[in-house]
């Protein structure tokens, strides 16, 4: 998961924010929002995952910074995924539009806009086309 932002200044922050894995036993919405919401609990975590080098302390506080995610959930304001149903489901979710088959609460509440990767979405439904014309 990448994040673009910016300052008061407008000085403009960019990076990767985390990599979910609790998507990977099933790929739908709901484990979408939830590795969302792991990306979202391990980034807010201090010393989360820390180099080993140094004289510092290396273990992760065990408690979230709830301060910072309940800043960090309501600042995303746009998110951009492909064409895939599930994502674009989890958006929904993530927002509060739709319910979670999990319960899951909304992450992201003020989420206004989802933009979608046209030419990553174009790939997939390509690789789907020529495959299922292979197995003919």
Do not use: W, Y
Not at 88 to 94: N, T
Request: hydrophobic share 40%.
């Amino acid at each position: 998961m990448r994040f673009f932002g910016a300052t008061d200044a407008l000085i403009v922050r960019k990076g990767v924010l985390g990599v979910g894995t609790a998507h990977r036993e099933g790929p739908d919405a709901d484990a979408l929002v939830a590795a969302t919401k792991q990306v979202f609990e391990e980034f807010c975590t201090p010393r989360r995952n820390a180099p080993r080098h140094g004289t510092g302390p290396h273990d992760a506080i065990s408690d979230i910074d709830r301060e910072l995610l309940n800043h960090l959930c309501s600042i995303v304001e746009v998110i951009a995924v492909d064409e895939e149903a599930a994502e674009l489901k989890a958006a929904d979710i993530g927002r509060g539009r739709r319910k979670s088959a999990l319960d899951l609460a909304p992450i992201t509440p003020n989420l206004k806009f989802v933009t979608r990767d046209k030419a990553h979405g174009f790939r997939r439904t390509n690789l789907q086309t020529k495959r299922s014309e292979n197995e003919t």
